[in-house]
């Protein structure tokens, strides 16, 4: 680092240790308010799932263990449920604020909201288990153990069933509650990952990431009755009720794949190695996470054609929607981080922070424009540690465990 860049560090947290010591509240903030005329919105806000900070505009963290990769909303709490697959944990969000934090099994990945019971899945892809919370309590109330890897889960309501893809055993579990009752081969080789339900037709849509196609199964059977050939690598699968299509993000194309009943429709370009999709019923949009490209696609259902994209954090996972806000959820596996998408034009640019925590800035500059101090990277310290996974031990040993 030049002589100028260390001088410009030293000032930088000096300004920092000063508003700490004169105990003023300080907090870090990314691009305030940007693309706020974008059509189909702007990060208002980042929440650093580690620290539980809350921060003005788009911000990426470093350092952060969390991983996040799927999201779910409850709508009997109004809470959001985040899979921490690097923390072995569940965080709960209630608007921009991080309530809790569950401990599940290893690896979580999938999470989907039953409302027959208010309990809520999560698929722990390094234990071979689907933890089961109460929304009412935010604890682990079951652990089901359901085979190898299971990922991508989806709730049915006609029969009240969650489906759990295993991508290693090439097959889909059905869970009535708390008991596995079917378990459906959906092709060698095929290596399901997303699951969506389709209530126009009652199928359910099972992207087949090894073979490049769609299983579609009749819930009333549970059995294959098509397979659909999409795009290279598909993961994740959402539905739109606007237009009663199926949207499908194939990884390895770049292409969403737009589905009505059997018959793929359209395809649409998007970023690199797309990922979650979400529906956002105010204003028919619908959000894809690129995960290679840092962005979210916006897809106008009526046109089936990307109107956006939208800067986001690092690796951008899963989407969710949050109709008590109207918000979008995005979580950011490489950041750590919930990126909060605001879908309509806001003009508010106030600092806030979710939690005091004492921080640690790093930051190579300073503005003075404002009235809080604007940063571009931040350290910041926690006595968080990693909880207990509550899963039946099992003799996988997950990645992250020898890393935290």
Same mark, same amino acid.
């Given at each position: 680092?030049?002589?100028?860049?260390?001088?410009?560090?030293?000032?930088?947290?000096?300004?920092?240790?000063?508003?700490? !010591?004169?105990?003023? %509240?300080?907090?870090? &903030?990314?691009?305030? @308010? %940007?693309?706020?005329?974008? =059509?189909?919105?702007?990060?208002?806000? #980042?929440?650093?799932?580690?620290?539980?900070?809350?921060? &003005?505009?788009?911000?990426?963290?470093?350092?952060?263990?969390?991983?996040?990769?799927?999201?779910?909303?409850?709508?009997?709490?109004?809470?959001?449920?985040?899979?921490?697959?690097?923390?072995?944990?569940?965080?709960?969000? /209630?608007?921009?604020?991080?309530?809790?934090?569950?401990?599940?099994?290893?690896?979580?990945?999938?999470?989907?909201?039953?409302?027959?019971?208010? +309990?809520? +899945?999560?698929? /722990?892809?390094?234990?071979?288990?689907?933890?089961?919370?109460?929304?009412?309590?935010?604890?682990?109330? !079951?652990?089901?153990?359901?085979?190898?890897?299971?990922?991508?889960? !989806?709730?049915?309501? %006609?029969?009240?069933?969650?489906?759990?893809? &295993?991508?290693?055993?090439?097959?889909?579990?059905?869970?009535?509650?708390?008991?596995?009752?079917? /378990?459906?081969?959906?092709?060698?080789?095929?290596?399901?990952?997303?699951?969506?339900?389709?209530?126009? @037709?009652?199928?359910?849509?099972?992207?087949?990431?090894?073979?490049?196609?769609?299983?579609?199964?009749?819930?009333? #059977?549970?059995t294959v009755i098509a397979n659909i050939t999409v795009g290279i690598g598909p993961q994740w699968v959402a539905y739109d009720p606007s237009n009663g299509y199926i949207?499908?993000?194939?990884?390895?194309?770049?292409?969403?794949?737009?589905?009505?009943? *059997?018959?793929?429709?359209?395809?649409? =370009?998007?970023? *690199?190695?797309?990922?979650?999709?979400?529906?956002?019923?105010?204003?028919?949009?619908?959000?894809?996470?690129?995960?290679?490209?840092?962005?979210?696609?916006?897809?106008?259902?009526?046109?089936?054609?990307?109107?956006?994209?939208?800067?986001?954090?690092?690796?951008?996972?899963?989407?969710?929607?949050?109709?008590?806000?109207?918000?979008?959820?995005? #979580?950011?596996?490489g950041s750590g981080t919930v990126s909060i998408i605001a879908t309509s034009v806001s003009t508010s640019s106030t600092s806030i922070s979710s939690v005091t925590t004492? #921080?640690?800035?790093?930051?190579?500059?300073?503005? *003075? $424009? $404002?009235?809080?101090?604007?940063?571009?990277?931040? *350290?910041?310290?926690?006595?968080?540690?990693?909880?207990? =996974?509550?899963?039946?031990?099992?003799?996988?040993?997950?990645?992250?465990?020898?890393?935290?």
């Amino acid at each position: 680092m030049s002589k100028r860049g260390r001088l410009i560090v030293i000032i930088a947290v000096s300004i920092a240790i000063l508003f700490l !010591a004169s105990g003023l %509240s300080f907090t870090a &903030n990314g691009s305030q @308010n %940007s693309g706020q005329n974008n =059509p189909g919105g702007y990060v208002k806000y #980042t929440l650093d799932l580690f620290n539980k900070k809350l921060i &003005n505009g788009n911000f990426n963290s470093t350092s952060n263990p969390m991983d996040p990769y799927g999201i779910a909303y409850d709508p009997s709490n109004g809470y959001l449920y985040v899979a921490d697959y690097g923390w072995d944990a569940v965080s709960v969000i /209630n608007g921009t604020t991080v309530i809790a934090t569950i401990p599940v099994g290893l690896d979580p990945w999938g999470v989907a909201y039953d409302p027959s019971n208010g +309990y809520i +899945y999560v698929t /722990n892809s390094g234990s071979g288990t689907v933890s089961v919370i109460n929304g009412a309590t935010n604890t682990v109330i !079951a652990n089901i153990t359901v085979g190898l890897s299971p990922m991508g889960v !989806a709730y049915d309501p %006609s029969n009240g069933y969650i489906y759990v893809a &295993n991508p290693d055993s090439d097959t889909v579990l059905v869970i009535n509650g708390t008991t596995v009752i079917a /378990n459906i081969a959906v092709g060698r080789g095929s290596g399901p990952w997303g699951v969506a339900y389709d209530p126009s @037709n009652g199928y359910i849509y099972v992207a087949d990431n090894g073979i490049s196609t769609v299983s579609v199964i009749n819930g009333a #059977t549970n059995t294959v009755i098509a397979n659909i050939t999409v795009g290279i690598g598909p993961q994740w699968v959402a539905y739109d009720p606007s237009n009663g299509y199926i949207y499908v993000s194939n990884a390895f194309s770049g292409t969403v794949s737009v589905i009505n009943g *059997t018959t793929v429709i359209a395809t649409i =370009p998007v970023g *690199t190695e797309p990922q979650g999709i979400a529906y956002d019923p105010s204003n028919g949009y619908l959000y894809v996470a690129n995960f290679a490209s840092d962005t979210v696609s916006v897809i106008n259902g009526a046109t089936n054609t990307v109107i956006a994209n939208i800067t986001v954090g690092l690796s951008p996972m899963g989407v969710a929607y949050d109709p008590s806000n109207g918000y979008i959820y995005v #979580t950011n596996y490489g950041s750590g981080t919930v990126s909060i998408i605001a879908t309509s034009v806001s003009t508010s640019s106030t600092s806030i922070s979710s939690v005091t925590t004492t #921080t640690t800035s790093t930051s190579t500059s300073v503005s *003075t $424009s $404002s009235t809080s101090i604007s940063s571009v990277t931040t *350290t910041t310290t926690s006595t968080l540690t990693k909880p207990t =996974p509550s899963s039946v031990t099992t003799s996988t040993t997950s990645v992250w465990e020898s890393l935290f």
